[in-house]
């Protein structure tokens, strides 16, 4: 299981949250996602076949980009 906190700038609140789960919990691997819209951080934990890639190129097809 591999595991990292990414921030997401546009993040403005639960919603985008919600949203950035939904989405991410799609792609195939992904064990968990947990979000925070204070801090405007989400934690993902995964398995193959998800990549840290496939993560990211999904947070910027859905204008949540990540900046790290
Ligand atoms: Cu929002």
């Known amino acids: 299981m591999e595991k990292i906190t990414l921030s997401i700038p546009a993040i403005s609140c639960e919603h985008c949250v919600m949203t950035i789960k939904r ?4 792609i195939k691997g992904i064990k968990e996602v947990e979000g925070n819209a204070t801090t405007k951080k989400i934690t993902v934990q995964w398995d193959l076949p998800a990549t840290v890639e496939k993560i990211k190129s ?4 859905i204008n949540y980009p990540a900046t790290d």
Request: charged share 60%; no cysteine; glycine share 0%.
């Open 23 to 26: 989405e991410l919990e799609e």
């Open 58 to 61: 999904t947070l910027k097809e």
